[in-house]
């Protein structure tokens, strides 16, 4: 199973960003997908969440900014970005909860560079 990231970049504040993650493998089910972001000297935190039902959770911080979606069919997460601020750079990671034919597991992306500055 590979996860794989796409979509980030150099925005200046207040722009898009639209970062997409693509599962690949034997897969039966996905139960959750997520993003995480990283920036310098902090901690991993979660930025958003799309369970299998449709339900979100997001950080306080992006709510009304940020947009978790996915595609089932396509095995593919999205995280629309709008509003972008300079502290929003970071790196971020997708993150999913699946069934796959080794079994159930958490797998993680490698990893967007998305860098908010003008």
């Known amino acids: 199973v590979q996860l794989v990231e796409s979509g980030g970049g150099l925005v200046q504040p207040g722009g898009s960003l639209r970062l997409s993650c693509a599962a690949s493998g034997t897969i039966f089910s996905i139960y959750a997908m997520a993003w995480y972001r990283q920036a310098p000297g902090k901690q991993r935190e979660l930025v958003a969440r799309?369970?299998?039902?449709?339900?979100?959770d997001y950080l306080d911080s992006v709510k009304g900014r940020f947009t978790i979606s996915r595609d089932n069919a396509k095995r593919t997460g999205y995280l629309q970005m709008d509003s972008l601020k300079p502290e929003d750079t970071a790196v971020y990671y997708c993150?999913?909860?699946?069934?796959?034919?080794?079994?159930?597991?958490?797998?993680w992306g490698q990893g967007t560079q998305v860098t908010v500055s003008s």
């Open positions: 799309i369970i299998s039902g449709g339900s979100t």
């Open positions: 993150h999913a909860d699946l069934q796959a034919a080794t079994g159930r597991g958490n797998y």
